[in-house]
């Protein structure tokens, strides 16, 4: 399997912060919670149309939902 597009950690605590469990989140955006789940333990990659959803219902970029580039801070996007 290919790394994941998403960064796991970066959109799980999107969704914390957004107050919104995996349930709820995967609810809001039209995807399964099993996919949901898979997405935040870096099991599955999340397409470019998914990744959009996600960002529209954590109200953030997609960028935030990204791996950090190579040599930048880590928790960039931490909000």
Known sequence: MSPPTQDPQRLQRRRIQA??????LARKVGISKSYM???ERGLANASPRVLKWL???LSCDVADLMPPAPGTDSTAGAA
Do not use: K, Q, V
């Open 37 to 39: 789940g898979r997405l």
């Open 19 to 24: 107050g919104l469990n995996r349930t709820e």
């Open 55 to 57: 960002a529209e219902g």
